[in-house]
């Protein structure tokens, strides 16, 4: 496509050279940079695009997208934010494929990864095939990959949507993170719906406050960001709230769902066992019953916000209700490990305080001996939310085993310590400090009797440990099937 064609997409930018050259395709790494590309110099937290321009020109770039001006031969775009830019032009380049899509985008501090696996499975119930994007994996058709991060940079994601196009896709189910809807990785998309979960703390090492954290979040359903056709809001949130407020203030579709009477689908009964959960919405004259294997009110959340909206979008009704009933597992959230031991053994990738509030009391529905919880907290991240999670646990556990969870370069014993400051302010004095993650598995193994549930946070469908500069593979489902025959 034209350089000239490619700018059309960009409300403004100084242009610095021929606009005439054809461009072959759009990079921001450097060393990926192919002959005819045009590429995006994007500021980093530790470095900047600009850096690695020698790289990138000598690899074949044709033109240049920076936010500094620069001397160069090549023609040269000149924008204030290259990431929303560069998202802009994506789109543009790539023909728009979420227009040709129905695109549902998922956002809030928990929840997304289930819902988004619940809002494929009612898609390809109804019969369309539904591409997935979020923080495990990639998902098309005819392709698998496991995912960088969870919503990718805007290029990929459009490369990915176009790839599910070609392959007979009719959806996408995707993860929209705060960091990614931050950094313009969504912009240009047009979703058919837009679902927000909730909001509690985590990710302030990135965004500092929770206004910013939330600002962040409320732009996947601010018009002047994305297009969202219809919103789903969870009432019961304080911060969804506000995001209905500032939508009907501007006259723009949405619909909430949650327990509070003034919900449009209203949660009105539940009731979850080991085997799963019976829910009734009500929604204008009529009470439907939604059954689902998941467990947990935490749950309840998730499947009445997928039937919301796969109902506000029109999808049919049957289908819908027997694509939440078909989704039985979630990797990595709340996944059951069945290796012929005498208590259950819970992997979840719950890391907030928040998280463990809903997903602990909801264990204690099929225990009925003593709650053992594993966890840790990620180094170079939010310390602030450490002694809160810790706190938690504390009051909501029986026993603890205290461990690492991709320390980074952090001193583990460190994040341990502030943790272990708020578990010391619940009383629990159960508390085991096992950092290697491994001996954590083998003494909660060790400790567990008949009756009792292990439940083991943080790391989710992760397969590795970040220590240091190292990714060591570390798959928990390994370590718990060791220490079972070595019990």
Same mark, same amino acid.
């Given at each position: 496509?034209?350089?000239?064609?490619?700018?059309?997409?960009?409300?403004?930018?100084?242009?610095?050279?021929?606009?005439?050259?054809?461009?072959?395709?759009?990079?921001?790494?450097?060393?990926?940079?192919?002959?005819?590309?045009?590429?995006?110099?994007?500021?980093?937290?530790?470095?900047?695009?600009?850096?690695?321009?020698?790289?990138?020109?000598?690899?074949?770039?044709?033109?240049?997208?920076?936010?500094?001006?620069?001397?160069?031969?090549?023609?040269?775009?000149?924008?204030?934010?290259?990431?929303?830019?560069?998202?802009?032009?994506?789109?543009?380049?790539?023909?728009?494929?979420?227009?040709?899509?129905?695109?549902?985008?998922?956002?809030?501090?928990?929840?997304?990864?289930?819902?988004?696996?619940?809002?494929?499975?009612?898609?390809?119930?109804?019969?369309?095939?539904?591409?997935?994007?979020?923080?495990?994996?990639?998902?098309?058709?005819?392709?698998?990959?496991?995912?960088?991060?969870?919503?990718?940079?805007?290029?990929?994601?459009?490369?990915?949507?176009?790839?599910?196009?070609?392959?007979?896709?009719?959806?996408?189910?995707?993860?929209?993170?705060?960091?990614?809807?931050?950094?313009?990785?969504?912009?240009?998309?047009?979703?058919?719906?837009?679902?927000?979960?909730?909001?509690?703390?985590?990710?302030?090492?990135?965004?500092?406050?929770?206004?910013?954290?939330?600002?962040?979040?409320?732009?996947?359903?601010?018009?002047?960001?994305?297009?969202?056709?219809?919103?789903?809001?969870?009432?019961?949130?304080?911060?969804?709230?506000?995001?209905?407020?500032?939508?009907?203030?501007?006259?723009?579709?949405?619909?909430?769902?949650?327990?509070?009477?003034?919900?449009?689908?209203?949660?009105?009964?539940?009731?979850?066992?080991?085997?799963?959960?019976?829910?009734?919405?009500?929604?204008?004259?009529?009470?439907?019953?939604?059954?689902?294997?998941?467990?947990?009110?935490?749950?309840?959340?998730?499947?009445?916000?997928?039937?919301?909206?796969?109902?506000?979008?029109?999808?049919?009704?049957?289908?819908?209700?027997?694509?939440? &009933? *078909?989704?039985?597992?979630?990797?990595?959230?709340?996944?059951? =490990?069945?290796?012929?031991?005498?208590? +259950? $053994?819970? #992997? /979840?990738?719950?890391?907030?305080?928040?998280?463990?509030?809903?997903?602990?009391?909801?264990?204690?529905?099929?225990?009925?001996?003593?709650?053992?919880?594993?966890?840790?907290?990620?180094?170079?991240?939010?310390?602030?939310?450490?002694?809160?999670?810790?706190?938690?646990?504390?009051?909501?556990?029986?026993?603890?085993?205290?461990?690492?969870?991709?320390?980074?370069?952090?001193?583990? &014993? *460190?994040?341990?310590?502030?943790?272990?400051?708020?578990?010391? =302010?619940?009383?629990?004095?159960?508390? +085991? $400090?096992? #950092? /290697?993650?491994?001996?954590?598995?083998?003494?909660?193994?060790?400790?567990?009797?008949?009756?009792?549930?292990?439940?083991?946070?943080?790391?989710?469908?992760?397969?590795?440990?970040?220590?240091?500069?190292?990714?060591?593979?570390?798959?928990?489902?390994?370590?718990?099937?060791?220490?079972?025959?070595?019990?």
């Amino acid at each position: 496509m034209q350089l000239r064609l490619l700018l059309k997409a960009l409300p403004e930018y100084e242009l610095r050279g021929d606009s005439n050259l054809e461009i072959a395709g759009i990079c921001y790494d450097s060393r990926k940079v192919k002959p005819g590309c045009l590429f995006a110099a994007l500021p980093g937290q530790k470095s900047h695009g600009l850096e690695f321009l020698s790289e990138a020109i000598a690899n074949g770039a044709a033109a240049i997208l920076a936010d500094w001006p620069i001397e160069s031969a090549l023609p040269t775009i000149l924008v204030s934010e290259t990431r929303r830019s560069m998202a802009l032009i994506s789109n543009r380049f790539y023909g728009e494929p979420s227009r040709k899509l129905k695109l549902v985008g998922i956002t809030g501090t928990n929840g997304k990864t289930t819902i988004s696996y619940l809002i494929r499975s009612i898609f390809e119930t109804a019969g369309t095939l539904c591409g997935l994007v979020g923080s495990i994996l990639y998902d098309g058709d005819q392709f698998t990959k496991q995912s960088a991060m969870t919503t990718p940079e805007s290029v990929d994601l459009q490369e990915l949507l176009i790839r599910f196009l070609n392959e007979g896709s009719g959806a996408c189910s995707m993860e929209a993170s705060s960091q990614g809807l931050d950094q313009h990785r969504v912009r240009g998309c047009t979703f058919e719906a837009a679902i927000f979960t909730n909001l509690t703390q985590d990710h302030l090492d990135y965004h500092k406050t929770m206004e910013r954290y939330f600002q962040a979040k409320q732009m996947l359903f601010d018009p002047k960001y994305c297009d969202s056709r219809i919103a789903v809001i969870n009432q019961d949130d304080e911060y969804g709230e506000r995001i209905l407020s500032s939508r009907k203030a501007d006259n723009l579709a949405s619909v909430s769902y949650g327990f509070r009477k003034e919900a449009e689908y209203r949660i009105t009964f539940w009731k979850s066992t080991i085997n799963g959960t019976d829910i009734i919405v009500h929604h204008g004259n009529m009470d439907q019953k939604i059954r689902t294997p998941l467990i947990g009110k935490y749950n309840v959340y998730n499947v009445t916000a997928a039937y919301t909206a796969a109902d506000a979008i029109g999808l049919e009704r049957d289908a819908v209700l027997s694509g939440i &009933e *078909q989704m039985t597992f979630i990797p990595g959230r709340l996944e059951k =490990l069945e290796l012929g031991q005498p208590f +259950h $053994i819970i #992997l /979840d990738y719950a890391h907030t305080e928040d998280a463990f509030r809903q997903l602990l009391p909801s264990l204690r529905l099929f225990t009925t001996g003593r709650l053992i919880h594993i966890f840790g907290c990620r180094g170079e991240r939010d310390k602030t939310k450490r002694s809160l999670m810790g706190k938690a646990s504390g009051e909501l556990a029986d026993e603890i085993v205290l461990t690492s969870d991709n320390p980074v370069y952090e001193d583990p &014993e *460190q994040i341990a310590r502030e943790i272990k400051a708020g578990i010391d =302010l619940s009383g629990n004095t159960n508390v +085991h $400090i096992l #950092l /290697d993650r491994g001996e954590a598995i083998a003494r909660a193994v060790s400790l567990a009797k008949t009756g009792d549930t292990i439940v083991i946070t943080g790391k989710g469908n992760e397969t590795y440990q970040l220590i240091q500069d190292k990714k060591i593979h570390f798959d928990e489902r390994e370590y718990f099937k060791s220490a079972l025959e070595n019990r």
